[in-house]
């Protein structure tokens, strides 16, 4: 009689599952080598539902400067908009740009020996800005060593077609990304969230970067306000048929200091929990095609400004815990 172990029926498994197409993986299969992204983070940048152009004090999850006066006056005062006529701040911003990249490119090649990069324009909204602006920090990015592309993060109401073409043309030598926060298809969702922007607009924007032959990487926040799973997951469907390149599954949590917090103290609102969120995501890295990419399947805050739910304070152990679930499917994230 043979006995086999349970820690070799579970290898077993692991090994005959199918491998999701990470977002690692594709720029492995791509460009032989490990590609990791640089987040970067610069001053002067807000976005257009915080600074009244179409709202005021932001998506509802969102911590700004609206409710943290304290930070406020931290802050520069300056702020950048598509209508600014000059840009006092740009070589302050391009230093930074600069300092910002070294460092973690630093980092990354002390830790993981890391040799390409991509550089992602990651805080707020990074094309809610005037036209000159973005072209010298987009051109100065790839001017670094070993950089081979960007991932630029915005809202499809802070697109242009006067951006697009300058990205299109980026990306005849570079691999450019978009990455688009979507959240939900449901306008009902977005008027609660205090989104400032629609459906109709998003689809628009999306179908145009995509005929630029753009990458396009849409965010999807699970666990909004009403939403049930089969809305959730019908989102997916819409941003699948959209032909994005990309995924990224975001939970709603409650930090201090949101619009989304006052909801949450009067017994409003109720996150997500964890079983429901792992379950979607199962379910949603299910239905992509084989082409799509998931570039994050969580995300979290471990310090004092969560309020709820208890579980995002670990990421590391939410994302074991999808992996375990994956596998339990077939599929090794």
């Known amino acids: 009689m043979v006995t086999i172990s349970l820690q070799n029926k ?17 720029f492995k299969k791509k460009f032989k080598e490990k590609i990791y992204k640089v987040p970067i983070s610069i001053s002067g940048f807000t976005c257009p539902n915080i ?10 999850f969102c911590e700004n400067d609206s409710f943290s ?3 406020q006056e931290k802050k520069p005062a300056f702020k950048l908009n598509p209508r600014t006529e000059q840009n006092p701040f740009l070589e302050r911003q391009l230093a930074q740009l600069e300092l910002q990249f070294n460092a973690t490119k630093s980092r990354l090649e002390n830790k993981f020996g890391t040799k390409k990069f991509i550089v992602y324009f990651q805080s707020f909204t990074n094309t809610y800005a005037p036209l000159e602006t973005l072209k010298a920090l987009y051109t100065k990015a790839l001017s670094f060593e070993n950089v081979i592309g960007l991932s630029i993060g915005t809202r499809t109401d802070c697109m242009t077609d006067e951006i ?8 005849k030598d570079k691999e450019i990304w978009v990455e688009y926060g979507i959240q939900s298809f449901y306008d009902d969702t977005l008027e609660k969230i205090n989104r400032g922007d629609d459906s109709a607009n998003m689809l628009k924007w999306i179908k145009k970067t995509k005929q630029r032959d753009l990458k396009v ?9 009403d939403e049930t799973q089969e809305m959730m997951l019908e989102t997916l469907k819409k941003t699948i048929e959209l032909k994005v390149d990309s995924i990224k599954f975001h ?4 930090v201090k200091n949101t619009l989304l917090t006052k909801e949450f103290k009067k017994g409003l609102f ?6 429901l969120y792992i379950d979607t995501v199962v379910k949603s890295i299910k239905m992509l095609p084989d082409n799509i990419s998931v570039q994050r ?12 739910p208890s579980w995002c304070k670990n990421k590391h152990q939410q994302i074991k815990n999808i992996r375990e679930a994956l596998l339990k499917e077939g599929l090794r994230y």
């Open 10 to 26: 579970k290898t077993s498994t692991k090994n005959r599952a199918k491998e999701v197409l990470t977002i690692g993986r594709y």
């Open 51 to 60: 600074d009244g152009t179409v709202a005021r004090g932001g998506c509802s």
């Open 69 to 71: 006066p304290n930070l």
């Open 164 to 171: 697009l073409d300058f990205l299109e043309e980026l990306s």
């Open 217 to 225: 990487c849409g965010h999807l926040i699970y666990g909004l306000p």
């Open 251 to 254: 939970p709603l949590y409650v």
């Open 270 to 275: 109720t996150p997500i929990s964890e079983e």
């Open 297 to 308: 399947v969580t995300a979290g805050i471990d310090n004092s400004t969560l309020l709820s």
